[in-house]
């Protein structure tokens, strides 16, 4: 069973039919293609669309309902003890079966009836791929077939080429919005389920970070305290020492390389830079934990100062490195767009080089500066794997950038691993966190929105 293989069938049968819709279009002229009512290539198109579309809409439907179908067969034919199991127990029973069918378990060691319904697992997923790979290779043939008899040089294959594609781009668009609504929800219905077990007003005014559940009543560092105000400062305290990193350096080597650099030094200095970005962030995690996080702890302990080994300034020192190429280059873009004639119009009012910087080139490049900054922003507010490696995971409430803090992120990544029961607190808190960090995002959208509309009415 290997769905790769049918795909490249699809696709061949797709250039064949595109091959064959364009030549009988053009056999159905004199030889000038502009009898016909639209040129060849939307005629092959045509043909090629009517016979893949079917496949695939085959195709995805089986993906979609061949692993339901097949699991509930398959718990149809288990002896009547395993079906009534609860819904937890069967889940594990139908992963064992799962392991057993594709060879990661092996099937000696597994109970009689798990080899079984292994083997009728395998043997249902045979039947019904073959099954889909029928129907969906003779629904492309038919396709084909019926929209080659379609084609003649009044058919207007432009529009109904067209037409299908606007039906895809309105399919596309829908998916990511009910997507980004269904994110919204899901996020919305396991905060409330936190909600109803932990106050809301304790939650986002608490000061107190211990989402440990005592399991029993002698359980030891188990308080269960979920006041996320210690996480919120720690995640704005590193993300404002990250952009006070980033955005004066991003700005300034904009500044530079949009309006006094060379085009040969242009030229190799924006690539050098824009390798920040492409550097995995577990590596700047390994530089910030190695070698800025010692440094910093040195140079403060010259000074008699008490510096954690994890430090809120060494996180946010590496975050800023690694988001200056987000400010710098979309800063860069947006200064080179500004009009010629809004500088050439400065110049002869007898402004110098850097009063028409000043005054004139940054606020007609506001919007688009604005923007690279918010995207600095949502970056480090997102950022986990350099926190979690260069300022730990405490919880601590301070505003001191020597000490050790923890970040949203970092707290939803570690409730969230290893097998949780999403049923008691400390796994819905990752839900709650998120929702905070989702509004907070939101907002700082709203307001980089409002000041890119203001500014823009200025100088559009």
Same mark, same amino acid.
């Given at each position: 069973?290997?769905?790769? +293989?049918?795909?490249?069938?699809?696709?061949?049968?797709?250039? #064949?039919? $595109?091959?064959?819709?364009?030549?009988?279009?053009?056999?159905?002229?004199?030889?000038?293609?502009?009898?016909?009512?639209?040129?060849?290539?939307? #005629?092959?198109?045509?043909?090629?669309?009517? =016979?893949?579309?079917?496949?695939?809409?085959?195709?995805?439907?089986?993906?979609?309902?061949?692993?339901?179908?097949?699991?509930?067969?398959?718990?149809?034919?288990?002896p009547q003890a395993q079906q009534d199991l609860p819904?937890?127990?069967?889940?594990?029973?139908?992963?064992? +079966?799962?392991?057993?069918?594709?060879?990661?378990?092996?099937?000696?060691?597994?109970?009689?009836?798990?080899?079984?319904?292994?083997?009728?697992?395998?043997?249902?997923?045979?039947?019904?791929? +073959?099954?889909?790979?029928?129907?969906?290779?003779?629904?492309?043939?038919?396709?084909? #077939?019926?929209?080659?008899?379609? %084609?003649?040089?009044?058919?207007?294959?432009?529009?109904?080429?067209?037409?299908?594609?606007?039906?895809?781009?309105?399919?596309?668009? !829908?998916?990511?919005?009910? !997507?980004?609504?269904?994110?919204?929800?899901?996020?919305?219905?396991?905060?409330?389920?936190?909600?109803?077990?932990?106050?809301? $007003?304790?939650?986002?005014?608490?000061?107190?970070?211990?989402?440990?559940?005592?399991?029993?009543?002698?359980?030891?560092?188990?308080?269960?305290?979920?006041?996320a105000v210690p996480i919120f400062a720690g995640t704005?305290? +590193?993300?404002?020492?990250?952009?006070?990193v980033a955005v004066p350096v991003g700005l300034m080597?904009?500044? $530079?390389?949009?309006?006094?650099?060379?085009?040969?030094?242009? =030229?190799?200095?924006?690539?050098?830079?824009?390798?920040? @970005?492409?550097?995995?962030?577990?590596?700047?995690?390994?530089?910030?934990?190695?070698?800025?996080?010692?440094?910093?702890?040195?140079?403060?302990?010259?000074?008699?100062?008490?510096?954690?080994?994890?430090?809120?300034?060494?996180?946010?020192?590496?975050?800023?490195?690694?988001?200056?190429?987000?400010? =710098?280059?979309?800063?860069?873009?947006? %200064?080179?767009?500004?009009?010629?004639?809004?500088?050439?119009?400065?110049?002869?009012?007898?402004?110098?080089?850097?009063?028409?910087?000043?005054?004139?080139?940054?606020?007609?490049?506001?919007?688009?500066?604005?923007?690279?900054?918010?995207?600095?922003?949502?970056?480090?507010?997102?950022?986990?794997? %350099?926190?979690?490696?260069?300022?730990?995971?405490?919880?601590?409430?301070? @505003?001191?950038?020597?000490?050790?803090?923890?970040? /949203?992120?970092?707290?939803?990544?570690?409730?969230?691993?290893?097998?949780?029961?999403?049923?008691?607190?400390?796994?819905?808190?990752?839900?709650?966190?998120?929702?905070?960090?989702?509004?907070?995002?939101?907002?700082?959208?709203?307001?980089?929105?409002?000041? /890119?509309?203001? #500014?823009?009415?200025?100088?559009?």
């Open positions: 069973m290997n769905l790769a +293989i049918l795909l490249a069938a699809v696709l061949l049968l797709a250039l #064949y039919s $595109y091959a064959l819709g364009r030549g009988r279009a053009l056999g159905q002229t004199t030889g000038h293609p502009s009898e016909l009512h639209s040129r060849p290539g939307y #005629y092959g198109t045509y043909t090629a669309l009517w =016979s893949v579309i079917p496949a695939l809409l085959v195709i995805a439907i089986w993906l979609m309902a061949e692993g339901v179908i097949v699991e509930g067969l398959v718990v149809a034919s288990l819904n937890a127990q069967l889940g594990l029973l139908l992963n064992d +079966i799962r392991n057993v069918a594709s060879g990661a378990f092996s099937a000696e060691q597994a109970e009689p009836f798990v080899r079984a319904a292994a083997e009728r697992y395998n043997g249902l997923r045979l039947t019904s791929f +073959i099954g889909m790979a029928a129907i969906a290779v003779l629904l492309a043939v038919i396709g084909l #077939y019926w929209a080659r008899r379609a %084609i003649d040089p009044g058919l207007r294959a432009r529009n109904a080429v067209e037409r299908i594609v606007m039906v895809f781009l309105v399919a596309a668009s !829908t998916i990511a919005i009910f !997507t980004t609504v269904g994110i919204v929800l899901s996020l919305l219905f396991e905060a409330w389920r936190f909600f109803s077990q932990v106050p809301f $007003y304790e939650f986002l005014f608490g000061l107190q970070w211990s989402p440990q559940i005592a399991l029993r009543a002698d359980q030891v560092g188990s308080s269960g305290a979920f006041g704005l305290l +590193i993300s404002f020492i990250a952009m006070v080597s904009a500044i $530079y390389m949009a309006e006094y650099a060379t085009p040969k030094f242009r =030229s190799f200095v924006k690539p050098l830079l824009e390798v920040l @970005a492409g550097i995995p962030t577990v590596v700047y995690g390994f530089f910030a934990a190695l070698t800025v996080a010692p440094q910093i702890r040195g140079f403060g302990e010259s000074f008699g100062l008490d510096v954690a080994s994890e430090s809120a300034l060494a996180a946010g020192l590496v975050m800023g490195i690694m988001i200056i190429p987000f400010v =710098s280059s979309l800063s860069d873009d947006v %200064i080179s767009a500004v009009p010629r004639s809004l500088r050439e119009g400065s110049y002869g009012m007898g402004a110098t080089k850097s009063e028409t910087i000043v005054r004139v080139i940054l606020p007609a490049a506001l919007p688009g500066i604005v923007g690279s900054i918010l995207l600095a922003v949502s970056r480090a507010i997102g950022e986990t794997m %350099i926190v979690v490696m260069a300022a730990g995971l405490a919880a601590n409430l301070t @505003a001191n950038p020597f000490q050790a803090v923890t970040t /949203v992120t970092v707290q939803i990544v570690t409730l969230l691993v290893g097998d949780q029961e999403f049923d008691s607190p400390k796994t819905l808190a990752a839900f709650a966190l998120g929702l905070v960090l989702f509004f907070i995002t939101l907002c700082l959208n709203v307001i980089a929105l409002h000041v /890119v509309r203001k #500014y823009r009415e200025q100088y559009d």
